[in-house]
């Protein structure tokens, strides 16, 4: 029976962390990961896959939509999908062996199975048990499944199937418009799909800023999107090559039939516990599933921590990434913290969506005073001459003391443009203090600071 400081189950950006960090505060380390390789869903078959397709479909986008323009002249790239998903594949390789040269590195054990805890501080895998100080779970989520729609994986499927179909669809019907089926669907519309989106609210990405909503409704529609708004899906029924997507519109209960080669079913994710073995060791859940941590993210049982997408908060790799460190450090006897007010969220579609922070929802039902500075792209040199000037930073600071409390672009790099707020932000910064800062010229850095001095005597490019 080998003994160790920690154990962490799951090797996802959460565990994988967690892993690293007690290695290098010292602790006797291994991290237990079912699966043939390590980074979790995320590295596997989230993140980074889709951000390759991403890439690459932009590409395509470029090609056909903007060389002409730019006096680049020629026959536009056809797809050789196959050659796509290999691109993407090295991708997720380089990926997941780079984190099994860190572990190699830090003298991590990697053991490979799938885990159960039978009771506090000792971890089951196959037949051996393995004594720790401290476990930390960190098995991530899966798919939440939909009443009357049966996955396959194949015709029907979650963002795994999507992300390796046979072939592109002519017609792909997404179930859901939040981050995977925007994000994976822009790939296939770029890819020359036909894209419908069913979505339940009236809204696009719940929880937004609702200016950042309708600007990029209509940015998708223009990209060829067809979104059925405020219509609940009943069910699928599927073939081995199509489908049918039944829905009912909520402002009159009328029920429509939609036809797809594939379906996307993208309806959010829920923590992923089984067969560890939770319920014997009493470890106290929410109703949604997750696991209940304190602010040191330890579970209702002693010596037991969780991180990542299987407690609360956003299912996002960098907040289990933070989660992760942290907990190593409370494990460690230090201080780990994570900010959970400064969590940028980014869409990775074209152009780029980002937030952090408050919106002006959430700052009405507080009833705080604030100010709203605004910038839009189409004052931004940089952005026109790429044609990226469609979109804008909001920056929204408190009314009396200018400090920043929140942030929503949407343009080009807004997923780079938000780290700087987010600085700002966790240095209790003010609207002055950003707008003070020198931009350098010509970037799209200068559309955040143009927003910031919105917030006082005004932009100057507007
Ligand atoms: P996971 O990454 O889910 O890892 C958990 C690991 O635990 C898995 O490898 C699993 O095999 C293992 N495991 C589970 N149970 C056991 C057990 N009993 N024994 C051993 N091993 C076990 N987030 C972003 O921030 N940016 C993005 O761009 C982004 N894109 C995404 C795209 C898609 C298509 C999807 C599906 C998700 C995306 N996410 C993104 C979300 C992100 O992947 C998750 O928030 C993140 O992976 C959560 O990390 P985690 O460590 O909590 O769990
Ligand atoms: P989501 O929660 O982002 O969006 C789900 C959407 O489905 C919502 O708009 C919801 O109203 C709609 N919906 C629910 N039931 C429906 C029904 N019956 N009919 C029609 N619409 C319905 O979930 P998604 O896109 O599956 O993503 C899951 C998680 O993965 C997210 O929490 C996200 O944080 C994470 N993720 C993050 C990415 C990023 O950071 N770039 C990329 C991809 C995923």
């Known amino acids: 029976m080998s003994s160790y400081d920690v154990i962490i189950i799951g090797s996802g950006p959460g565990g994988y962390v967690a892993a690293i960090r007690c290695a290098q505060l010292g602790l006797k380390t291994a991290c237990v990961e079912g699966r043939d390789t390590l980074g979790g869903t995320c590295l596997n078959v989230g993140c980074?896959?889709?951000?390759?397709?991403?890439?690459?479909?932009?590409?395509?986008?470029?090609?056909?939509?903007?060389?002409?323009?730019?006096?680049?002249?020629?026959?536009?790239?056809?797809?050789?999908?196959?050659?796509?998903?290999?691109?993407?594949?090295?991708?997720?390789?380089?990926?997941?062996?780079?984190?099994?040269?860190?572990?190699?590195?830090?003298?991590?054990?990697?053991?490979?199975?799938?885990?159960?805890?039978?009771?506090?501080?000792?971890?089951?895998?196959?037949?051996?048990?393995?004594?720790?100080?401290?476990?930390?779970?960190?098995?991530?989520?899966?798919?939440?499944?939909?009443?009357?729609?049966?996955?396959?994986?194949?015709?029907?499927?979650?963002?795994?199937?999507?992300?390796?179909?046979?072939?592109?669809?002519?017609?792909?019907?997404?179930?859901?418009?939040?981050?995977?089926?925007?994000?994976?669907?822009?790939?296939?519309?770029?890819?020359?799909?036909?894209?419908?989106?069913?979505?339940?609210?009236?809204?696009?990405?719940?929880?937004?800023?609702?200016?950042?909503?309708?600007?990029?409704?209509?940015?998708?529609?223009?990209?060829?999107?067809?979104?059925?708004?405020?219509?609940?899906?009943?069910?699928?029924?599927?073939?081995?090559?199509?489908?049918?997507?039944?829905?009912?519109?909520?402002?009159?209960?009328?029920?429509h039939t939609i036809d797809a080669d594939v379906v996307l079913v993208s309806t959010g994710r829920k923590p992923f516990t089984d067969g560890l073995g939770l319920d014997k060791l009493g470890l106290e859940m929410t109703k949604r599933g997750q696991i209940v941590v304190n602010d040191h993210w330890e579970t209702s049982v002693k010596g037991i921590y969780a991180i990542g997408d299987v407690i609360e908060g956003p299912m996002l790799a960098h907040k289990a990434e933070d989660e992760g460190m942290a907990a190593a450090e409370v494990i460690a006897g230090q201080h780990g913290h994570v900010n959970y007010g400064v969590i940028p969220g980014v869409i990775y579609t074209h152009p780029e969506v980002a937030n952090v922070g408050e919106t002006e929802a959430t700052l009405k039902e507080a009833g705080r005073a604030y100010k709203v500075g605004k910038f839009s792209f189409m004052g931004n040199a940089r952005a026109k001459a790429v044609f990226a000037g469609d979109g804008f930073v909001k920056i929204l600071a408190d009314k009396e003391t200018d400090r920043i409390l929140g942030a929503h672009i949407i343009g080009p790099g807004a997923g780079d443009l938000i780290h700087e707020v987010c600085v700002a932000m966790e240095f209790g910064a003010s609207a002055q203090d950003l707008a003070m800062t020198c931009h350098a010229h010509p970037t799209y850095s200068e559309a955040v600071r143009e927003a910031a001095l919105a917030c006082g005597d005004g932009a100057i490019h507007m």
Request: proline share 4%.
């Open 48 to 255: 980074i896959p889709s951000k390759a397709l991403l890439h690459a479909s932009h590409m395509l986008h470029e090609a056909e939509h903007n060389f002409a323009e730019m006096g680049l002249k020629g026959k536009s790239p056809s797809v050789d999908w196959k050659q796509m998903l290999a691109y993407k594949q090295s991708t997720i390789d380089t990926n997941t062996k780079g984190i099994e040269f860190l572990f190699k590195k830090n003298k991590i054990d990697w053991i490979k199975g799938w885990a159960t805890v039978p009771e506090a501080g000792k971890v089951k895998v196959g037949d051996e048990v393995h004594q720790a100080k401290n476990i930390i779970i960190a098995t991530g989520s899966e798919p939440a499944s939909l009443p009357g729609v049966d996955v396959d994986e194949k015709v029907v499927v979650t963002s795994t199937g999507a992300l390796e179909l046979g072939k592109v669809p002519k017609k792909l019907v997404v179930i859901g418009a939040g981050v995977i089926g925007l994000e994976l669907g822009s790939v296939y519309a770029r890819l020359g799909s036909e894209v419908t989106v069913v979505e339940f609210l009236d809204a696009i990405t719940p929880g937004m800023d609702p200016e950042v909503q309708k600007t990029f409704q209509r940015m998708l529609k223009k990209q060829g999107f067809t979104f059925i708004m405020g219509a609940a899906v009943q069910g699928t029924t599927a073939t081995k090559t199509k489908a049918k997507v039944t829905y009912k519109l909520r402002k009159d209960d009328s029920e």
